[in-house]
C-alpha cells in the first residue's frame, strides 16, 4: 500500500515537473520573441527620430530662407 502511495506521488511530481518544463520553455522562446521585438522597435524609433531632426533642420532652414528673402 505505501509502495502505491509512493509511487503516485512520484507520477504526480513527474507530471508537476514536466509541466513546469514546458512552461518554461514556452516562456524563454516568448522572452526571446519579445526581445527580437524590443530591439526593431529601438531601431525603428531611433530612425523615425533621425528623419524627424533632419525634418526639423529642413524646415528651419526654409525659414531662415523665407525670412531673408522678406528683409531684402
Known amino acids: ?23 518554461h520553455e514556452k516562456l524563454k522562446l516568448e522572452n526571446e520573441s519579445l526581445r527580437d521585438q524590443q530591439d526593431s522597435l529601438v531601431e525603428e524609433r531611433s530612425r523615425l527620430i533621425e528623419k524627424n531632426e533632419q525634418a526639423r533642420a529642413r524646415v528651419e532652414a526654409m525659414i531662415t530662407r523665407l525670412k531673408a528673402m522678406e528683409s531684402s
Do not use: G, H, V
Not at 11 to 19: A, G, H, P
Open 1 to 23: 500500500m505505501l509502495e502505491k502511495q509512493i509511487e503516485t506521488q512520484l507520477d504526480n511530481l513527474k507530471s508537476q515537473l514536466d509541466e513546469l518544463l514546458s512552461r
